[in-house]
């Protein structure tokens, strides 16, 4: 199996956290080529990726409220925001569901969206913005609040509590505030404090990521062909199935065992304990 057939295994079975990293770091492969000015060494992201803050071009892009929160402005922003990614949502998933994590994600990402856009446009300054941050924060904060004294083990500082960790990244991002990247800052306090309301609401009853499931699955059913069934003759076989026949029961009875217990050992121990022939017939089961 080469190291395409593992990507491409690993976005099948990682779940919902690991298709958004696969994601995020896509839109970042796609803006090095297509948006990065090589010779001045930055990113120019066009205005119909980034979210800015001018209402003229925010009210004719809507789309922008989404799309700002997949792409990263340099290795370190998307390096640094994928780690934290996969420490959030290995926490976050421990409570919730797949469909609450995308729901959370995206509307987090619009919240934070209109948070940094209205500030931005009431205090009379123009910019734009890009990052995962402001859904990051919202999945942090929003484990944290519904588990502050879970005990994390960190390297060089042992275990410490979540709502420590979470604390701390709140308290640089106040201190910063003034120094640089306002609207990012604006963005992630914002996502912090929509994470903190959708748990708040969750505990009440209120699943806000039930907007955003009930919107994906209509889309999903709406281009979903309606299954066909034309006419057929049937003809009845009397006769007694042939040994053949029950082989081929066996052998498959046999290969769903074997992806069954593949996938066991993925659950308890994570896609890099397979051996290379697992992965390979893992691999050629699902084509």
Same mark, same amino acid.
């Given at each position: 199996?080469?190291?395409?057939?593992?990507?491409?295994?690993?976005?099948?079975?990682?779940?919902?956290?690991?298709?958004?990293?696969?994601?995020?770091?896509?839109?970042?492969?796609?803006?090095?080529?297509?948006?990065?000015?090589?010779?001045?060494?930055?990113?120019?992201?066009?205005?119909?990726?980034? %979210?800015?803050?001018?209402?003229? &071009?925010?009210? $004719?892009?809507?789309?922008? @409220? !989404? *799309? /700002?929160?997949?792409?990263?402005?340099?290795?370190?922003? %998307?390096?640094?925001?994928?780690? &934290?990614?996969? $420490?959030?949502?290995?926490? @976050? !998933? *421990? /409570?919730?569901?797949?469909?609450?994590?995308?729901?959370?994600?995206?509307?987090?990402?619009?919240?934070?969206?209109?948070?940094?856009?209205?500030?931005?446009?009431?205090?009379?300054?123009?910019?734009?913005?890009?990052?995962?941050?402001?859904?990051?924060?919202?999945?942090?904060?929003?484990?944290?609040?519904?588990?502050?004294?879970?005990?994390?083990?960190?390297?060089?500082?042992?275990?410490?509590?979540?709502?420590?960790?979470?604390?701390?990244?709140?308290?640089?991002?106040?201190?910063?505030?003034?120094?640089?990247?306002?609207?990012?800052?604006?963005?992630?306090?914002?996502?912090?404090?929509?994470?903190?309301?959708?748990?708040?609401?969750?505990?009440?009853?209120?699943?806000?990521?039930?907007?955003?499931?009930?919107?994906?699955?209509?889309?999903?059913?709406?281009?979903?062909?309606?299954?066909?069934?034309?006419?057929?003759?049937?003809?009845?076989?009397?006769?007694?199935?042939?040994?053949?026949?029950?082989?081929?029961?066996?052998?498959?009875?046999?290969?769903?065992?074997?992806?069954?217990?593949?996938?066991?050992?993925?659950?308890?121990?994570?896609?890099?304990?397979?051996?290379?022939?697992?992965?390979?017939?893992?691999?050629?089961?699902?084509?």
């Amino acid at each position: 199996m080469n190291i395409l057939d593992d990507l491409k295994l690993q976005y099948r079975l990682g779940g919902i956290a690991m298709r958004v990293m696969y994601w995020n770091i896509a839109c970042f492969i796609v803006s090095l080529i297509f948006f990065y000015n090589y010779s001045n060494g930055f990113f120019n992201f066009p205005s119909w990726i980034a %979210l800015s803050s001018d209402p003229q &071009v925010f009210m $004719f892009k809507p789309w922008t @409220f !989404l *799309t /700002y929160a997949f792409f990263h402005d340099g290795f370190l922003h %998307l390096l640094f925001n994928m780690m &934290v990614l996969n $420490f959030a949502s290995s926490l @976050f !998933l *421990t /409570y919730f569901t797949q469909k609450q994590y995308l729901g959370l994600y995206l509307l987090s990402a619009l919240f934070a969206g209109v948070a940094f856009a209205l500030s931005f446009y009431l205090s009379n300054i123009g910019g734009s913005i890009v990052g995962a941050s402001a859904a990051i924060m919202a999945i942090l904060v929003a484990t944290t609040t519904y588990s502050p004294l879970m005990n994390v083990r960190l390297f060089l500082f042992g275990n410490v509590k979540l709502w420590h960790i979470t604390a701390v990244i709140i308290i640089l991002d106040l201190m910063q505030f003034r120094l640089g990247n306002m609207g990012g800052h604006i963005s992630h306090l914002a996502g912090a404090f929509f994470g903190f309301v959708y748990i708040k609401l969750l505990q009440n009853g209120t699943d806000l990521s039930a907007i955003v499931s009930k919107t994906l699955d209509f889309f999903a059913n709406l281009f979903k062909k309606s299954p066909t069934t034309p006419f057929t003759k049937v003809h009845k076989n009397y006769r007694k199935p042939t040994e053949k026949t029950t082989s081929r029961i066996v052998t498959k009875d046999k290969t769903q065992q074997q992806i069954d217990e593949i996938l066991d050992k993925i659950s308890q121990s994570g896609y890099d304990c397979l051996t290379k022939e697992e992965k390979e017939f893992l691999f050629k089961a699902g084509k």
